[in-house]
């Protein structure tokens, strides 16, 4: 069951979440925990749950009025063993048929032509594509310069990889074959610095956005347990995909002694600036528009 304030939070708030996607975010530390709550809610997220570790110091900016009406923070374990599996399945037995994106602090959700198009009106017509999920690729974003800002986080000065990026076919255990329209993909710090990654962290493919359903489970390994909700489209065409551009991996490669010591710059040739638009992410191919205008 999840622990300390979620499941009393949720008791309390099934009835008045209100319409609307919601946003939930998970603080692991004290890096970027006002611009992410404020992407999301400028992306159209009509709520968004903030569960952080109750000494963590939060951001007097967080008590704005335009983000303290739409924010709720709530006390939770955010380093226990599986703990965004067992808060975003509270989340959808609470709020059944909503959708529901979930990330970490440092992440953000870009959706091709984000910028003019807010998450409701694209999730909307992801849905009359009668599709209940979306694939989200989790795109690294690290600091070119670990001098001056040696927890790897840097807005202003954020990079990414413009090439390095692949798939394999996602093996079903159980016949050894590959699963319909699903990928594993890879790349990224997780690929350049494999090394220091668990195997089983290496994937960078994510099911960030989906439409809660009574039964369906964030599996530990980040996929659901409903398998059609796992693919990237549907049989008959393309269908939407999304992006989290995150500084996660690079702040745990940071913090980690035996990778921090080992690392002296992720930049590498095929660095480039993140320009933080949604067309950069479409040309570099880690979004697909599909059918959406």
């Not at 009509?46 to 569960?51: A, D, K, N, P, T």
């Amino acid at each position: 069951m999840p622990s300390d304030g979620l499941t009393a939070f949720l008791d309390r708030a099934a009835r008045t979440l209100g319409p609307g996607p919601l946003c939930l975010v998970m603080a692991e530390d004290g890096a970027e925990i006002a611009s992410t709550v404020r992407h999301a809610l400028r992306a159209g997220f009509r709520r968004v749950i903030l569960l952080s570790p109750p000494g963590l110091p939060l951001p007097a900016d967080l008590d704005a009025p335009g983000v303290a009406a739409r924010l709720d923070r709530v006390p939770f374990d955010v380093h226990a063993e599986n703990a965004m599996p067992r808060a975003v399945n509270a989340l959808i037995d609470a709020a059944p048929g909503r959708w529901i994106h979930w990330c970490w602090n440092a992440e953000y959700l870009f959706h091709p032509f984000c910028e003019t198009r807010r998450v409701g009106e694209m999730l909307a017509f992801h849905a009359e594509e009668r599709r209940e999920a979306m694939l989200t690729y989790v795109v690294d974003l690290y600091a070119d310069d670990l001098a001056a800002h040696p927890d790897a986080v840097s807005l202003d000065r954020a990079h990414l990889d413009r090439t390095g990026y692949y798939a394999l076919a996602r093996i079903d255990p159980a016949t050894g074959h590959p699963r319909e329209r699903q990928l594993d993909f890879f790349g990224g710090l997780r690929w350049r610095f494999e090394e220091h990654v668990a195997p089983a962290r290496r994937r960078i493919d994510r099911i960030g956005l989906f439409r809660a359903r009574p039964g369906v489970r964030l599996r530990p390994d980040l996929t659901l347990s409903d398998e059609e909700m796992n693919t990237y489209a549907c049989p008959w065409h393309h269908n939407l995909t999304a992006a989290v551009c995150s500084f996660r991996t690079a702040k745990a490669l940071r913090t980690n002694p035996g990778s921090r010591y080992a690392i002296d710059t992720f930049r590498w040739r095929n660095s480039v600036p993140f320009r933080w638009r949604s067309q950069q992410l479409m040309d570099l191919g880690l979004m697909e528009p599909g059918q959406w205008f």
